[in-house]
């Protein structure tokens, strides 16, 4: 069974950093591209970053650009989402999702280009 797990979630003052990890278990995460979303309360879930299978190619919504470093180490199965210079409206559920397909383009960060979703972890950046 296909399962995606995410950690290192927490509660950070403005302008610190957290690194989010998604661990996946029941397949080998090199075959699927690999992305973060987010969904703060009363909001849409937002794409964040993504990554390719080989992790060449990496997609950034212009929100976090500069501040938020998507990589993966597949020897681990494991993809990361280093954050660096929170804001409080970083703060929401973070989640991890696989998709099958090469995503080109703005598919990456569309919700129906995914196959699985993890659970979340949440980041609350405090003012």
């Known amino acids: 069974q296909v399962q995606l797990v995410e950690s290192g979630g927490g509660s950070v003052e403005a302008g610190g950093s957290l690194r989010l990890s998604c661990a996946a278990s029941?397949?080998?995460?090199?075959?699927?591209?690999i992305s973060w979303f987010r969904q703060a309360p009363e909001k849409e879930r937002e794409g964040v970053a993504a990554i390719s299978h080989g992790g060449r190619r990496t997609y950034y919504a212009d929100s976090v650009k500069g501040r938020f470093t998507i990589s993966r180490d597949n020897a681990k199965n494991t993809v990361y989402l280093q954050m660096n210079s929170l804001k409080p409206e970083d703060s929401a559920m973070y989640y991890c999702?696989?998709?099958?397909?090469?995503?080109?383009?703005?598919?990456?960060?569309?919700?129906?280009?995914?196959?699985?979703w993890g659970q979340g972890t949440q980041v609350t950046v405090s003012s």
């Open positions: 999702a696989a998709s099958v397909s090469v995503l080109v383009g703005s598919n990456w960060s569309r919700l129906t280009s995914y196959n699985y």
């Open positions: 029941g397949y080998i995460l090199s075959g699927y591209y």
